[in-house]
Nanobody, 122 residues
Framework: QVQLVESGGGLVQAGGSLRLSCAAS????????IGWIRQAPGKEREFVAA????????LHADSVKGRFTISRDNTKNTVYLQMNSLKPEDTAVYYC???????????????WGQGTQVTVSS
């Protein structure tokens, strides 16, 4: 079992920044990719970014590349999503989730956090 708890969402103006955190626990989370997936109102869930816990390799969706950065802190068992240059279209519930891979395939994610709301005003 893997437990994931997100924090850090909120309301921000376009062009602003937020940092999301995902605290991971459980026996085997270090074997997984930890990813961020978002869901905007009326839309399907969308892959945002993922990090492979074992070596820190990262992957970002084209829609956020250059603006968002995923990272992990081994000492705190925490994954971060630094979001810069936010746009209104980034408004969504952001979920932290764990996957054995491949990380861009949403059905591969076995464990999910409760989600955190990010709202970007224009």
């Amino acid at each position: 079992q893997v437990q994931l708890v997100e924090s850090g969402g909120g309301l921000v103006q376009a062009g602003g920044s937020l940092r999301l955190s995902c605290a991971a626990s459980g026996r085997a989370f270090s074997r997984y990719f930890i990813g961020w997936i978002r869901q905007a109102p009326g839309k399907e869930r969308e892959f945002v970014a993922a990090v492979r816990w074992s070596d820190g390799n990262t992957l970002h969706a084209d829609s956020v590349k250059g603006r968002f950065t995923i990272s992990r802190d081994n000492t705190k068992n925490t994954v971060y999503l630094q979001m810069n240059s936010l746009k209104p279209e980034d408004t969504a519930v952001y979920y932290c989730a764990a996957s054995p891979g491949p990380p861009t395939w949403l059905k591969s994610y076995s464990f999910w956090g409760q989600g955190t709301q990010v709202t970007v005003s224009s």
